[in-house]
């Protein structure tokens, strides 16, 4: 049908010493979020909504990632 279109997502820089890389889930909707979580507040900072796992390896390559905690 349609061709999924390319989008860019900006890459944010994080601090590998102070922030994690996350995939916060909403138990509830199944919503799944890409993101950093500081490590001393517990704060995530959303950096984009994954709705495939086309996504997910998205944030993966951007930030050039390998394993991500899921958080709920």
């Known amino acids: 049908m349609f ?3 390319s989008k860019k997502t900006a890459k944010i820089p994080y601090d590998k010493e102070k922030q994690k890389p996350v995939l916060k889930c909403s138990i509830c909707t199944g ?3 890409a993101g950093f979580q500081d490590i001393s507040t517990g704060k ?3 950096v984009m909504l994954v709705k495939d796992s086309r996504d997910l390896e998205e944030f993966r390559k951007l ?3 390998k394993d991500i905690r899921k958080v709920y």
């Open 3 to 5: 061709a999924r279109k």
């Open 63 to 65: 930030y050039e990632l």
């Open 44 to 46: 995530i900072q959303e």
């Open 31 to 33: 919503e799944q979020v």
